[in-house]
């Protein structure tokens, strides 16, 4: 496997890249969306809502598990999902420093 060369980008660009990635899947995004709409929800709402199959959906909820961006708690045979919320302020603080006002250029460089 070749090497990512992570180490030579400091710690704020690896953090945000890492951020990124884990909500660069429309199928995640719509995740995101549905627990900010229903602040809770049980896995098997979310492949109704989808209409994707059940392992995917799961694959999709653990990445955003890993990633911070949703916890969940087990009642009985079912895993309840919701935004965390400290890690959802990090991730809104990170791409708001990210995304600054750009000034337009006085000349035409593109």
Not at 23 to 30: G, S, V
Request: charged fraction near 25%.
């Amino acid at each position: 496997m070749g090497l990512t060369k992570t180490d030579l980008f400091n710690k704020k660009q690896n953090d945000l890249a890492q951020m990124a990635k884990a909500i660069a899947h429309p199928a995640r995004i719509a995740i995101l969306q549905y627990l900010i709409k229903a602040n809770t929800c049980i896995c098997g709402d979310l492949v109704d809502e989808l209409g994707l199959a059940q392992p995917t959906v799961s694959q999709h909820l653990k990445e955003l598990k890993n990633a911070g961006l949703i916890k969940g708690t087990i009642e009985g045979t079912s895993v309840c999902y919701c935004i965390n919320p400290e890690y959802w302020a990090r991730y809104r603080d990170m791409f708001a420093g990210f995304f600054v006002e750009v000034k337009e250029a006085d000349n035409d460089c593109c």
